[in-house]
C-alpha cells in the first residue's frame, strides 16, 4: 500500500526527486554525450555554381502587350435598376392565454413559445409552490431561447419569443382586461 502511495506521490511530482540534487553538478562546458543513432537529416544537392552566372541576377520586365479594344459584352450595356420589393410584415399571433392548474401544463406553454406564440401565463389562484415552479420554468424557456419575459401585471405574465413581437396595444389591452 505504502508503495503506491510513494509511486502516485513520485508521479504528481510531490515526492523528493533525486535527480534534482545532480543538477547542479551538471557541466556544462563539456560536449554532449551522443544519445545513440540519430537518422541523417536530408540535405538536398546543390549544383556547383556556375562561372559564368553572375552572382547576382537581375529581373527583366516582360513586354507588355498592347492593349486590344474590346467590345463590352451585353450585359454590360443593359442599365442595371434596383428591384424594390416591400417587405411584408406579418401580423404577430395573437396571445395564447393560459391558467394552469398544475406544473404538467408547463408542456402546453413550452409547446406554444416554441411554435413562435406569445403565451400568457396567469397564475392568479394558483398555490404559491406550484406558481414559483412556473415562473421558474418559464423564465429558463425565455432564457434558453432568447425570448423574453414580461409581468403585465400582479401574477400574469407574457411570455414573447425572439422573433415576434407584441404590439404597444396589445399589451395595454392585457393590462387594463387583467386589472
Given at each position: 500500500?505504502?508503495?503506491?502511495?510513494?509511486?502516485?506521490?513520485?508521479?504528481?511530482?510531490?515526492?523528493?526527486?533525486?535527480?534534482?540534487?545532480?543538477?547542479?553538478?551538471?557541466?556544462?562546458?563539456?560536449?554532449?554525450?551522443?544519445?545513440?543513432?540519430?537518422?541523417?537529416?536530408?540535405?538536398?544537392?546543390?549544383?556547383?555554381?556556375?562561372?559564368?552566372?553572375?552572382?547576382?541576377?537581375?529581373?527583366?520586365?516582360?513586354?507588355?502587350?498592347?492593349?486590344?479594344?474590346?467590345?463590352?459584352?451585353?450585359?454590360?450595356l443593359?442599365?442595371r435598376?434596383?428591384?424594390?420589393?416591400?417587405?411584408?410584415?406579418?401580423?404577430?399571433?395573437?396571445?395564447?392565454?393560459?391558467?394552469?392548474?398544475?406544473?404538467?401544463?408547463?408542456?402546453?406553454?413550452?409547446?406554444?413559445?416554441?411554435?413562435?406564440?406569445?403565451v400568457?401565463?396567469?397564475?392568479?389562484?394558483?398555490?404559491?409552490?406550484l406558481?414559483?415552479?412556473?415562473?421558474?420554468?418559464?423564465?429558463?424557456?425565455?432564457?434558453?431561447?432568447?425570448?423574453?419575459?414580461?409581468?403585465?401585471?400582479?401574477?400574469?405574465?407574457?411570455?414573447?419569443?425572439?422573433?415576434?413581437?407584441?404590439?404597444?396595444?396589445?399589451?395595454?389591452?392585457l393590462?387594463?382586461?387583467?386589472?
Amino acid at each position: 500500500m505504502a508503495t503506491m502511495w510513494r509511486r502516485a506521490m513520485m508521479y504528481l511530482g510531490l515526492g523528493p526527486d533525486d535527480e534534482y540534487d545532480e543538477y547542479d553538478e551538471y557541466d556544462y562546458d563539456a560536449p554532449a554525450e551522443p544519445r545513440g543513432h540519430a537518422a541523417p537529416r536530408y540535405v538536398p544537392e546543390q549544383a556547383p555554381p556556375d562561372p559564368q552566372m553572375p552572382a547576382v541576377s537581375t529581373v527583366r520586365p516582360m513586354p507588355r502587350e498592347p492593349e486590344r479594344e474590346r467590345e463590352p459584352e451585353p450585359s454590360a450595356l443593359r442599365p442595371r435598376g434596383a428591384v424594390v420589393r416591400p417587405i411584408v410584415t406579418q401580423p404577430s399571433p395573437k396571445p395564447h392565454a393560459i391558467s394552469p392548474v398544475s406544473f404538467n401544463e408547463a408542456q402546453e406553454v413550452a409547446d406554444k413559445f416554441m411554435a413562435g406564440v406569445p403565451v400568457i401565463v396567469n397564475l392568479q389562484g394558483v398555490e404559491r409552490e406550484l406558481s414559483r415552479r412556473l415562473v421558474d420554468f418559464a423564465s429558463g424557456l425565455c432564457y434558453g431561447l432568447r425570448g423574453q419575459m414580461e409581468r403585465v401585471t400582479n401574477q400574469i405574465y407574457l411570455l414573447t419569443p425572439s422573433d415576434v413581437e407584441v404590439s404597444d396595444e396589445d399589451r395595454r389591452r392585457l393590462q387594463e382586461r387583467n386589472s
